[in-house]
């Protein structure tokens, strides 16, 4: 099994003052933890997606995804923000936590779509979100998360 996220993927003070300023960050450290073949393809394709609908999901998280050709392997990158920036959230509030997701074009199956039913199952619950926005290492985030996040292998990748 591939693990989706690691120590690397995991921003708990993220500096941004926008949307797009989140976009490049996370893909700066996506580009620099090599993920991404094409880092400006990967942010045009996360801000094209954007524009067709918000990811702010509410409660102060957005999901923004981009299911390029630009990524080499599925990710997970985390950003919790030092100060909440307006995402035109589904409730109205700003997002203090983000958890955007990247996916090769070429991927088998429909991993984003398991990876955002994975995350929502887990953020739909007060305690858990709580828990990720008080967290106090990246450890402790990657523990809250247990190993809900991993690339499972299927028949098709052999």
Same mark, same amino acid.
């Given at each position: 099994? *591939?693990? &989706?996220?690691? +120590? ?5 003070? @993220?500096?941004?003052? #926008? +949307? ?15 993920? @991404?073949?094409? +880092?400006? $393809?990967?942010?045009?394709? *996360? ?8 990811? =702010?999901i509410g409660f102060g998280i957005a999901i923004p995804h981009?299911?390029?050709?630009? &990524?080499? %392997? ?10 909440? *920036? %307006?995402?035109?959230?589904? %409730? ?12 090769? $074009?070429? #991927? +088998?199956? %429909? ?5 955002? #039913?994975? !995350? ?16 106090? #290492? *990246?450890?402790?985030?990657?523990? !809250? !998360? =247990? ?12």
């Amino acid at each position: 099994m *591939v693990n &989706v996220i690691d +120590k690397n993927l995991v921003v708990l003070d @993220l500096d941004a003052k #926008s +949307k797009e300023e989140v976009f490049n960050r996370l893909a700066d450290i996506l580009d620099k933890d090599g993920r @991404l073949n094409d +880092k400006e $393809e990967y942010i045009e394709n *996360v801000k094209a997606r954007e524009a067709t609908a918000t990811t =702010g999901i509410g409660f102060g998280i957005a999901i923004p995804h981009g299911k390029t050709d630009a &990524v080499k %392997d599925v990710s997970v990158i985390i950003g919790r923000l030092k100060q909440p *920036v %307006d995402w035109n959230s589904m %409730d109205g509030k700003p997002v203090k936590m983000i958890f955007q997701i990247a996916v090769p $074009e070429s #991927s +088998k199956g %429909d991993d984003h779509l398991r990876l955002l #039913s994975e !995350l929502s199952r887990k953020l739909i619950h007060e305690e858990f979100r709580e828990a990720m926005f008080q967290a106090n #290492s *990246v450890n402790e985030v990657l523990n !809250l !998360l =247990g190993n809900s996040l991993e690339k499972k292998e299927t028949v098709e990748d052999f």
